[in-house]
């Protein structure tokens, strides 16, 4: 807890930040956590590999072409390489902030790059693959592991509906089928996305604003101070859900908006911690030193001062994201959530809507949705238990 | 150490706090006796009031029995007593009366039912859905009523009618023992009233006032006598007089001053019908429930079984089939994959009964083409497109994958089973081939190789198609329906839309594709829907269809009274729409129903399931009732 | 301390005022806003209906003036100090004993006090009721695991914990609907509502048929409790685990007999019952005497009324008080489990501290007992985070509700709020907002105050 350990002494020995996430990650339950999530964040940047309707490779009369690849879009393309660079980046071990720059830069540049030049073709018929393959007009065909896409309602096949999970001779589904036909399994993998998007997207920006109005409070008092608690204290008071449903039910639903919303609603706990952490921690000489230097005003605030109350922060965000794929998935229960696309909380919704309790479409994106609301409540706890300076003696 | 907190205090306070609740508990059970003895007051209030009424008359006849005045007449002075020997038994009870001459008959009981959709408001005129109409079907009351078996008109509270030669003149005698449920009796100003009251501008009911307009006055010739007018001959001339609702004058005339309070009123209803609202002001959506007890002084020869009819809103469908099979609502509406298997559900096959059945007033659904959006022609004003896209809709399929063959094709907006039907047309089945044929005639290639067609000018042949976003089975056709059109090169995109703002959009034309339903009749009238007057003026073309021919067609079929001069009129309409195909019409689907099996007297008429039949044929044998009073 | 009440009472007026200006911008700002526009579309009338309508409800609510306006005459209405008007419209006066008029609904047509005044008791009566279950569970829970950190109890119970408040509370009434309030599986409680229709009408209280049937139900109850009590005092916690356990067996047995034909199969058999016996015996080898006494107690007031009403000849009416509290079991346990989860975490940690603290050990040394260290001076101290936390349980508690009263159609102030959403419905929606804002400033000024009076050292002066 030496506050000494500035970020510039990080080269001596191990620093205090990266002994706690050692400490962190040794316990159980985080490895727990992080391996659950390690696995939804693989899971949803290989999504179009691992659950596509599209064929991996394909064969048809000695001409050999990926229809996969074909039809990528530019979303996909982007998370893909953003994936790639961070691998990189992890054995390059370059300093933080560096990292989240180079990552930052990769990312957009990828971004442009995929949304001028990747143009996947806008109508697609999913059945061409399986009755080609019945006739037999391909020589060998390559699959994904799960041979569907999200939006893949087998139509070739009729009557399709509510399936349970394997009930089905012809075609298996692992995870049952949902109301229109399309596999459970496959809308569950790319609805991962939704999910892990928001709940970073959404806390990022909650931790955003919290940090800096949070700091500019606990770092001038008073006349800012008393301002800022009155803002505080009006974002907290305001029933989350409720304003939640406001946003959505006024605007149109569409992913960024949630996104936003729900991070403007979970600034003030943040801002609370900053505050609590800025105000105690300009008394100390090492800020009072970087101030009389003449550093310039953000200088001190982001890189002296922040690093040092990071710690409980980082809790928070945690159990904020958390909180953030909760809201989301309350969100699309409610009926208020994103019309189209999959997300876990609108296929817990139809569980209720069809009129027999459909115990799979209960059990698995529910179980989704808690397994990882619960891995990243374990990662928060652990982190609380290594901070906590009380808890490290032993009675 | 000042204070201790030990066992004795816990005690004390746990003791105490029990002490409260069962003081809180108490005076909530005050609270409640005293509103149930406040209700019961009322009621007597009431019954006290008719007693001294009924005293009255009995007086009355007392006095003129002594002066040797015999009264013979039925007609003046009995309120709710059975009409005597001289008067037949109106038409409109014989299947009513039949059912209380069955073994087990009792009255009692209620039947409650479920509603899917919030309801706004059950102001008559002012409320536009179908399940505000059914619950006024059973307060407010007609001239005439249909009869099931025959589908002929009886008389209701017309006694008898007579039809002038012209046609024009329609003079109904009502019934001289007519009671609105708070007393008052029921006379031909009423009658006038309920058509002034309809004209008047100030009243928001512009859709009842379209039909209405055709008459062109409704006279009193006396106490009980009313006379019709209209303006021209009109088909429907004698369903429109005899099916309005009479609403009372007494009751509605002071709104006239106050249009407004009217119009976005909750509940004002009032009338002489079979049951009646124990608040006929006071009425709010809120309570999620609409409730009507038996009117007292129903006039008619038969009481009506039930004690009280429930409508609940459950708006959730699980919900609504978990309170069905809990046994809170009697009857429930299946859709096709749920009826298969609930039909496997043993114990609920024992405890219920259940019907499959095309009703009559089935209506059918459509995909609207809309051929002129914001002043610019669009792609489907071409005939052929149209064609095509009817080739390309393979209705057999959606009525045998997405209905479960719960249902028919729809080839026109006529009752397949009426005469008015040309039963020599088929129906244009899926076919490919067909459709890209005429996609190329009327331009269509795909220059680009991207998959999707375009037309001369380039433009990609893309469109979106709106509809309703409750409805799942809808949803399930728009996505089936997609993947169809894909396949011949065409992209189209669904639109899921909140129920008002699809009404908007339908208002101001602003749409490319749209799917709907329309409700039939036994005889339809495709006046408002596909006549070329009705594209502007609020009316209901909101496709811009227009045909000089049909046009010409209709107009004549509607002032056509002979039924055989007129049914080949219409056939000949009904052509001209398989060719033009305005609609792509999609199908009728069956209504699968599950009743309660304590309901006995259950049928299908030809009007359907008799389970909105006013007067109610439906009762409960007195060892199966559930509900008391 | 009175100057710091009324000091805090006056801030709230611009945390208030703050609320419902966020709230009223969103509605304004949305496509559509708030217009005469948004009520009257949708009905299909005439344009020159429409515009009536439109002129009428412009008038009623004054939804003609720019936004800012709208909202100034909204507080106006709702502040007891303000201007007042006379029937046209004109200013009329300045009053301080205006009163506040929240206004009327626009899709139900009634005031919006009425609508409130309601809903708010059944939303309160859920609160109030799930309050002292949280707060009972969570020390209870808390409390033990602090004291026997690092073992078996702390780490199961911490684990427990942790998962049941990662689950949604609407997975869990999902499931619970599904599971024990459908003809599905077993229909043990209602799906929805506070009540039947029928026992609307029916008496307050329970009625038996026979005197024999109450005698039978207090003897059944009473020696089943008793029974039950004596065993779990039991001294050997294996003979405890293996008779408790039979009856676990039996219980499971039972239940998977009371499901439906089709779902019936030796698998859930063998699954419901082995669950059910190894649950039971869990509990009856506890060490935590309280817990272990307070379950098998629960288990005997269970058998004992279920051979009593078996063995019942009379009839017996349910009465409204049992049939409201058998509506509003599953709701309570979707409300509670988040709230004592959280909660008992708190506990631990905020006792965890206090058992590590010098005084602790002074009065241990001191001779002082062990019980009373942790009750009288542990827990004393450790109950500050825990008022702290009560401040913001209230606002979550409504949070909660609004999905719970989704769930299971309780027409209560959460459900009000969702539809007023929905229906966008302007004077509900604000009302609602200042009410439960209102609410929540409340109850943080009630937790700083309960703060003040538990800890001595605390003073606003």
Excluded at chain 2, 189 to 203: A, G, L, N
Excluded at chain 2, 363 to 372: A, E, K, L, R, V
Excluded at chain 3, 178 to 185: E, I, K, R, V
Aim: hydrophobic content about 45%; overall charge negative; glycine content about 8%.
């Amino acid at each position: 807890m030496s506050s000494a350990d500035t970020p510039t002494a990080r080269s001596a020995g191990a620093s205090y930040g990266k002994k706690i996430m050692h400490d962190v990650f040794s316990r159980f339950g985080a490895k727990l956590g992080l391996t659950w999530i390690a696995v939804i964040a693989f899971v949803a940047v290989f999504a179009p590999f691992l659950a596509n309707s599209h064929p991996l490779l394909l064969s048809i009369n000695g001409e050999v072409s990926s229809p996969a690849l074909s039809f990528l879009t530019s979303g996909d393309v982007t998370v893909l390489g953003v994936f790639i660079c961070a691998v990189a980046l992890y054995f390059l071990r370059l300093s933080f902030t560096k990292n989240i720059v180079v990552l930052a830069v990769v990312g957009g540049g990828i971004a442009l790059l995929s949304i001028i030049f990747v143009n996947p073709p806008q109508l697609t018929v999913y059945e061409q693959y399986r009755v080609n393959e019945s006739a037999a007009n391909y020589d060998w065909v390559i699959r994904a592991p799960i041979p569907y896409s999200p939006k893949d309602y087998i139509r070739e096949q009729g009557d399709t509906g509510l399936e349970a999970p394997l009930s089905n001779e012809h075609r298996s589904h692992l995870m049952g089928t949902e109301e229109n036909g399309a596999d459970v399994l496959s809308r569950m993998i790319h609805a991962s996305r939704i999910a892990l998007a928001i709940g970073f997207i959404a806390t990022g920006i909650a931790l955003f604003i919290g940090v800096i109005l949070g700091g500019l409070m606990g770092y001038f008092s008073g006349v800012v101070d008393m301002i800022g608690m009155r803002l505080v204290e009006i974002f907290e008071a305001v029933p989350t859900l409720f304003l939640l449903l406001i946003f959505v039910a006024f605007f149109e639903r569409s992913l960024y908006v949630m996104m936003i919303i729900i991070g403007v609603t979970g600034w003030p706990g943040y801002a609370r911690y900053v505050r609590a952490e800025f105000l105690r921690l300009r008394q100390q000489e090492f800020v009072q030193a970087a101030i009389v230097c003449g550093l310039p005003l953000r200088s001190v605030l982001f890189r002296h001062m922040l690093p040092n109350g990071m710690a409980p922060i980082l809790v928070a965000a945690s159990f904020g994201v958390a909180s953030a794929i909760l809201a989301e998935a309350t969100l699309s229960f409610l009926g208020l959530g994103l019309v189209d696309n999959p997300s876990w909380g609108q296929m817990l919704n139809q569980s209720v809507q069809s009129s027999t309790f459909n115990w799979w479409m209960a059990a698995f994106p529910g179980g989704a949705i808690f397994l990882t609301v619960f891995a990243y409540n374990l990662i928060g706890e652990s982190m609380r238990d290594a901070i906590d300076p009380h808890l490290k003696r032993k009675s | 150490m000042g204070r201790h907190f030990s066992v004795k205090d816990f005690s004390l306070f746990s003791f105490l706090v029990v002490l409260m609740i069962i003081m809180l508990l108490s005076m909530y059970m005050v609270d409640r006796q005293w509103s149930k003895m406040a209700q019961m007051e009322r009621l007597m209030d009431e019954q006290a009031k008719d007693l001294r009424q009924m005293q009255g008359m009995v007086r009355n006849i007392e006095k003129d029995l002594r002066k040797g005045q015999v009264v013979v007449a039925p007609a003046s002075q009995n309120t709710g007593i059975n009409a005597s020997a001289d008067t037949p038994l109106p038409d409109a009870f014989r299947r009513a009366i039949s059912a209380t001459r069955q073994d087990d008959y009792q009255e009692g009981d209620w039947y409650v039912q479920s509603i899917a959709t919030g309801l706004k408001t059950i102001t008559p005129l002012i409320s536009q859905d179908v399940y505000s109409s059914n619950i006024q079907s059973y307060i407010l009351e007609s001239l005439l009523t249909r009869d099931p078996d025959t589908l002929e008109w009886v008389g209701l509270i017309a006694k008898d009618w007579q039809i002038h030669e012209d046609g024009l003149t329609f003079t109904f005698n009502l019934r001289e023992n007519v009671v609105f449920s708070d007393g008052t009796p029921l006379k031909a100003e009423d009658v006038v009233f309920s058509y002034q009251f309809i004209m008047d501008e100030r009243i928001a009911a512009p859709r009842s006032r379209a039909y209405i307009e055709k008459i062109e006055s409704v006279t009193a010739l006396d106490k009980f006598t009313v006379e019709f007018k209209y303006k021209e001959p009109y088909f429907n001339a004698l369903s429109l007089a005899g099916g309005m609702s009479i609403l009372a004058k007494h009751f509605y005339e002071p709104y006239l001053e106050k249009a407004e309070e009217f119009n976005q009123s909750k509940g004002l209803l009032l009338g002489s019908g079979p049951y009646r609202l124990a608040d006929p002001k006071g009425w709010t959506p809120d309570q999620g429930l609409v409730e009507v007890d038996r009117n007292p002084r129903y006039w008619g020869t038969v009481q009506p079984s039930f004690d009280r009819l429930l409508w609940k809103v459950i708006e959730n469908d699980s919900a609504r089939l978990t309170t069905f099979r809990n046994g809170e609502i009697d009857v429930y509406s299946a859709r096709p994959r749920e009826y298969q298997n609930l039909l496997k559900d043993d114990d609920l096959i024992n405890r219920t009964q259940h019907f499959e059945y095309m009703s009559p007033s089935a209506g059918y659904s459509y995909i609207g083409w809309n051929q002129n959006k914001s002043g610019e022609i669009t792609r489907f004003a071409d005939r052929r497109v149209r064609q095509a896209m009817t080739y390309l809709t393979d209705r057999q399929r959606i009525i045998d994958e997405i209905m479960l063959g719960y249902g028919e094709i729809a080839i026109s907006p006529f009752n397949p089973r009426s005469n008015q039907h040309d039963s020599s047309l088929k129906p244009r089945d899926f076919d490919l081939k067909k459709a890209q044929q005429l996609l190329a005639e009327a331009g269509y290639q795909d220059t680009n190789g991207d998959g999707i067609i375009e037309d001369q000018t380039g433009t990609p042949f893309e469109f979106e198609l709106t509809y309703f976003q409750g409805n799942e089975d809808t949803k399930r056709i728009i996505l089936f329906l997609k993947d169809l059109y894909a396949s011949a090169g065409i992209l189209m995109k669904p639109k899921p839309t909140e129920w008002s703002v699809m009404l908007d959009l339908l208002g101001k034309r602003d749409f490319d594709a749209i799917s709907l339903g329309w409700s039939s009749g036994i005889e339809t009238d495709i006046y408002q829907m596909f006549h070329g007057e009705q594209i502007d003026n609020n009316g209901d073309n909101f496709i811009h269809y227009k045909n000089p021919e049909l046009d010409e067609l209709i107009d004549q079929a509607r002032v056509t009274v002979d039924e055989k001069k007129r049914m080949p009129l219409w056939q000949q309409a009904e052509n001209i729409m398989f060719q033009d195909q305005p609609y792509t019409f999609l199908m009728r689907r069956k209504t699968m129903a599950f009743i309660d099996n304590r309901m006995k007297n259950v049928a299908i008429t030809k009007l359907g399931l008799n389970s909105s039949s006013v007067p109610i044929e439906w009762y409960v044998p007195q060892t199966q009732q559930k509900y008391f009073h | 301390m009175y100057t710091y009440i009324v000091r805090r009472l006056l801030l709230m007026i611009p945390t208030l005022l703050g609320i419902t200006l966020v709230v009223f911008i969103v509605m304004a700002s949305a496509p559509g806003g708030i217009s005469a526009q948004s009520l009257v579309e949708g009905q299909n009338l005439e344009p020159q209906a429409k515009k009536a309508l439109e002129d009428y409800y412009n008038k009623l609510y004054g939804l003609d003036s720019p936004a800012p306006i709208q909202y100034l005459r909204w507080l106006n209405n709702v502040s007891p100090v303000g201007f007042t008007f006379d029937e046209a419209g004109n200013l009329d006066g300045f009053s301080l004993f205006k009163g506040s008029d929240l206004g009327k609904s626009f899709r139900y047509g009634r005031p919006v006090t009425d609508l409130i005044a309601e809903r708010v008791p059944i939303t309160a009566l859920l609160n109030i009721i799930s309050i002292p279950i949280i707060y009972i569970i969570a020390v209870a829970i808390g409390v033990r695991a602090a004291t026997q950190r690092g073992q078996s109890f702390d780490v199961g119970s911490s684990a427990m914990m942790l998962g049941l408040w990662s689950i949604p509370t609407m997975l869990t009434g999902v499931l619970l609907i599904g599971f024990f309030a459908s003809d599905q599986y077993w229909h043990w409680f209602p799906t929805s509502g506070l009540n039947d229709r029928v026992a609307l009408d029916m008496v307050f209280l329970p009625h038996w048929g026979s005197l024999s049937d109450i005698l039978i139900l207090i003897f059944s109850v009473l020696f089943a409790t008793a029974f039950f009590i004596w065993m779990s005092r039991w001294s050997k916690p294996y003979t405890r685990a293996a008779c408790f356990a039979v009856i676990g067996l039996l219980a499971g047995f039972f239940m998977a007999d009371a499901l439906p034909e089709k779902e019936q199969g030796l698998i859930t058999y063998l699954m419901i019952t082995s669950l059910a016996a190894a649950l039971f015996g869990a509990v009856a080898y506890a060490q935590y005497s309280v817990l272990r006494v307070f379950f098998m107690g629960l288990v005997g007031l269970g058998i004992g009324f279920i051979v009593a009403f078996y063995f019942q000849e009379g009839p017996f009416v349910r009465g409204f008080l049992l049939d409201r509290a058998w509506h509003l079991v599953l709701p309570i346990i979707c409300l509670t489990y988040g709230g004592f989860a959280f909660l008992s975490k708190l506990t631990r940690t905020a006792m965890l501290e206090n058992l590590l603290s010098d005084y602790a050990r002074t009065a241990k040394a001191k001779g002082v007992s062990d019980n009373d260290v942790l009750w009288r001076h542990v827990f004393r101290n450790s109950l500050l985070p825990l008022i702290t936390v009560s401040a913001s349980l209230l606002p979550s508690l409504l949070g909660g509700s609004v999905i719970v009263e989704s769930i299971f159609s309780i027409d209560g102030m959460g459900k009000l709020a969702v539809e007023a959403v929905k229906g966008r419905d302007r004077e509900l929606v604000l009302s609602i907002t200042l009410i439960s804002g209102l609410l929540t400033l409340l109850s943080y000024l009630i937790a700083d105050l309960c703060y003040a009076i538990a800890d001595p050292r605390v003073s606003y002066e």
